[in-house]
């Protein structure tokens, strides 16, 4: 059985963190409406993470894997996804 949950919510000490941190990107001058992000926090035993301003889950999860391979091809390496499961 998985742990992994979704809410709208924060849930704990590092999903308030993240709240915290959309909650400074929208009181900066240079916000838009049109501004997205993710917020991944991490504390060595469990992770916390934001995703702030897009539609759905898929939208963000496909810009997060196309800047993580920018980030592998500037240090000389591919990034390659492959589906596992079913459908």
Do not use: W
Request: glycine residues 8%.
């Amino acid at each position: 059985m998985s742990d992994e949950i979704r809410t709208t919510e924060p849930i704990d000490r590092l999903t308030r963190l993240c709240e915290a941190m959309t909650k400074a990107l929208e009181a900066h001058p240079e916000f838009g409406e049109d501004v997205k992000c993710i917020v991944f926090l991490d504390d060595k035993e469990r992770g916390g993470l934001q995703l702030y301003g897009y539609s759905d889950d898929i939208e963000a999860l496909t810009h997060l894997f196309l800047h993580m391979r920018a980030i592998f091809r500037a240090n000389g390496k591919d990034l390659l996804f492959a589906p596992l499961g079913e459908g």
